[in-house]
């Protein structure tokens, strides 16, 4: 049974570009949320989805960002016209459909923006 | 307030010495609770969920009270591979996760 999945594991991009980050939930899992980490600072959650509807996305930016959790595929996080301060690990987690199971985490994307 | 407070740290302790971890959290109507351990540069991994009659795992305990919303997490016998950064999680269900600041820890030989 695969773990939470992550891609890229690594991203870089240029200010003003996008950054699209994929995550793939546990077999099984229909939760996913994602987190940032700052260097040196904790996870700071960002939203939490189900399958085809965003359940919580209180602490996401409200201009740039993105998420979605599609019937069919990966959840992804899009980060758009990206700048220096969006250089983060972005940790993707997912649990059963019981949302007070404990959550499993990918490996995580670090994105560096230039 | 913050929803999830955690002791500073860091802790600095000897190998072999025993620590415990604390951990407060503001919403009554949190249900679930977990210690994760986080290395540096790696995702979180669950260490142990918590129950309300308190629960050993090895070297680990963790106990719940309810009344105080506190949460503690006790290591005994310490190793060097018990270094890493501890969280401490409190979900609502059919909320979000909230995770604690995070403690610190690095046991020294």
């Known amino acids: 049974n695969a773990g939470v999945m992550q891609n890229p594991r690594h991203l870089v991009r240029r200010r003003g570009q996008e950054a699209r980050l994929r995550c793939s939930p546990m077999?099984?899992?229909?939760?996913v949320y994602w987190y940032r980490q700052l260097p040196e600072e904790g996870l700071k959650f960002m939203v939490y989805l189900q399958k085809e509807n965003i359940i919580d996305e209180s602490g996401m930016p409200k201009e740039r960002f993105s998420a979605e959790f599609p019937k069919e595929g990966p959840s992804i996080l899009r980060i758009q016209q990206v700048v220096r301060g969006d250089s983060a690990a972005y940790f993707c987690a997912s649990s059963p459909a019981i949302s007070y199971n404990e959550q499993f985490f990918g490996p995580g994307t670090r994105l560096t923006v230039l | 307030r913050k929803e999830v407070e955690q002791d500073p740290g860091p802790f600095n302790v000897p190998e072999g010495a025993t620590v415990a971890f604390n951990c407060t959290y503001s919403?009554?109507?949190?249900?679930?609770f977990f210690w994760y351990r986080q290395d540096c540069r790696k995702e979180p991994k669950l260490l142990m969920s918590?129950?309300?009659s308190g629960n050993e795992d090895g070297r680990f305990t963790a106990q719940l009270n309810r009344a105080s919303q506190y949460i503690s997490l006790l290591i005994r016998d310490s190793k060097l591979s018990d270094s890493a950064t501890y969280l401490c999680?409190?979900?609502?269900?059919?909320?979000?996760?909230?995770f604690g600041p995070g403690t610190r820890l690095s046991v020294l030989p």
């Open positions: 918590v129950y309300s």
């Open positions: 999680v409190v979900n609502i269900a059919g909320q979000n996760f909230v």
């Open positions: 919403n009554s109507a949190s249900q679930s």
């Open positions: 077999k099984g899992h229909s939760h």
